[in-house]
Every structure is written in C-alpha cells, then in structure tokens.
C-alpha cells in the first residue's frame, strides 16, 4: 500500500534483548494511538508452541506445520496488550528464562521467519503502527518511514532483565544474567537468517543512564516531525 493509502506511518525499533524495547514500544504506541506488533513475542509464542510439542529447534518440517496451525493474535484487554496463541493467553508463559532461551534458536530458522515476516506485513499493512524486534528496519520492512535502533550496554541490560526476573519470584545471579544477555547478543548477531543488525537509516538511541521518559520524548519528538511531512499529515 503507498504512503498516501495508509492511515499513518510504520516505525521500526530494533536492538538488542534487553534494551527495553518492548516497554518502550508499548508507551510509544500510546503516545502516539498507534497500534503496536510485538514481533518478539510471536517469536517467543512459536517457541513454546514447540516446547509443549517437544519439537527441536532445527526440525524445520515440523516448524513449518506448527506455524501453519498456530494462530497468534494481539488483544487489548483492561488496557493492557495480551498474547494470544490459537485463543489461549500465553502472554506470561512466554516470558520464562527457558522460552527466551529457546526463541534464539528459533528465531534464527528461516522457515519460522518467513512464516512470521508475512504475517507481521500483514498485520501491518495499513499503517499507524510500530513493531519492534531484531529485522524490522533492515528485514520486515526496509521502507519504514521511521526507524529507530534502541541499545544500552551488555551491563545495563543484564541489571534490567536480573530485577525484572527477581520481582518476578525467581532465583537468578546478577553475573549469570549478564552473562546469558552477551550470549545472547552474540546468537543474534551471528545467526545466518536475518541477524541483528543496525539499518543505515536508523537512529541510535543509547537508553544507559537515561530514563523512559527521557527516551520516550525523543522518539516522540521525532516521529511527530516525520508525521508532519507525512501525505495526509
């Protein structure tokens, strides 16, 4: 669909795990009414798919058949945006340290990414969205009219992901979580099928030190310079 035919802009965050995207995206989408796809966690659902399956993450026949049945869906629920897989809500079953681990191996399967790369450009297609992940800028979509490359220190992230984990009740070591962070930073980055990589285009923001709102308003600031050129805008 052309610029002039969407309802308003596709914006891409891209980064490394841990760098907050996720909770970034989810305000920005507020800011802005903007609708966000949380790529990571269709990831991340197609990965417990396949551990309640017992299917290996490099059984690329049995992926695709479980991609093919498996219906992922966003709903908005008492405010909050909650993951659906075939009806069921998976939204804090996919947030375990064992489901992150997997959904790297996943994710790299090129069988999985072009299931999911369809979708996403599909949920996408009329604009007025923003979706964050590790391809969407330079991958899912290139033409994005605005692109972002969210990132924080291997240190700083891996302090974030060991609070969120011990607010969450769960037994983890500060070093060992900063350590599981640069692994996988490491995976992504070096994985053959669209691994993490900065678009030309994007703009750096380095979240260290510096607090949501601090971040928030910059994106904001410049998304709401790009919807004013935007046809319609």
Known sequence: MSAAGRRGLIVAIDGPSGAGKSTITKLLADRLGYIHIDTGAMFRTVALAA?????????????????????????????CC???????????????????????????????????LRLQRHMAREGGVILEGRDIGTVVFPDADVKFFLSASVEERGRRRYLELKAKGQEVSLDETIAAVARRDEQDSGREHAPLRRADDAV?????????????????????????????G
């Open 82 to 116: 909650r993951v659906t897989a075939n009806g069921e809500d998976v939204t804090d079953a996919i947030r375990t340290p064992a489901i992150s681990a997997l959904t790297s191996a996943i994710s790299a399967r090129k069988v999985v990414r072009d299931v999911l």
């Open 204 to 232: 750096d923001i380095d979240s260290t030190g510096l607090s949501i709102e601090e971040v928030l308003d910059r994106m904001e600031s410049i998304v709401r310079e790009r919807e004013r050129a935007f046809p319609g």
């Open 51 to 79: 551990s309640r399956a017992g299917i290996a993450p490099d059984n690329d026949a049995s992926l695709a058949g479980l991609c093919a049945d498996l219906e992922i869906a966003f709903v908005r629920n008492n405010g």
